[in-house]
């Protein structure tokens, strides 16, 4: 399982997990709170990939990490921009454009319709 086969579901799980960041004047518990809810739904993933996990198959956890970090840094890369520092996950974008995301590893012609 990966990404493309995650189930609705679990998909809108992610999402909700993200929509309820806690903000940057949030307590170190709260942030914890929020990355042990995260790490829950990733364990419900986890479950279903065991069951269909193919060959090269990316996790979903490998997918969350990669557009973040790693969980000792609650899944949040930071930028550095004049002066400050931002955190953030590309996951989010990713779940929002769903729909329009092409498997990059596919030619463009495999998307067409077929014409008759």
Same mark, same amino acid.
Request: net charge neutral; aromatic share 8%.
């Given at each position: 399982?990966?990404?493309?086969?995650?189930?609705?579901?679990?998909?809108?799980?992610?999402?909700?997990?993200f929509l309820?960041?806690?903000?940057? =004047?949030?307590?170190?518990?709260?942030?914890?709170?929020?990355? +042990?809810? *995260?790490?829950?739904? %990733?364990?419900?993933?986890?479950? $279903?990939?065991?069951?269909?996990?193919?060959k090269g198959?990316?996790?979903?956890?490998?997918?969350?990490?990669?557009?973040?970090?790693?969980?000792?840094?609650?899944?949040?890369? =930071?930028?550095?921009?004049?002066?400050?520092?931002?955190?953030? +996950?590309? *996951?989010?974008?990713? %779940?929002?454009?769903?729909?329009? $995301?092409?498997?990059?590893?596919?030619?463009?012609?495999?998307?067409?319709?077929?014409?008759?």
């Amino acid at each position: 399982m990966n990404l493309s086969t995650l189930p609705q579901k679990r998909r809108a799980e992610l999402r909700r997990a993200f929509l309820s960041v806690p903000d940057t =004047s949030a307590t170190p518990d709260s942030l914890q709170q929020w990355a +042990n809810e *995260l790490k829950q739904a %990733l364990n419900r993933i986890q479950k $279903l990939e065991a069951q269909s996990q193919a060959k090269g198959d990316v996790t979903v956890e490998q997918a969350v990490v990669a557009l973040g970090a790693d969980m000792s840094n609650q899944y949040w890369r =930071s930028v550095s921009q004049v002066g400050a520092t931002y955190h953030g +996950n590309a *996951l989010p974008d990713v %779940l929002d454009a769903w729909d329009y $995301l092409f498997d990059l590893r596919r030619k463009k012609g495999d998307y067409k319709e077929p014409q008759e």
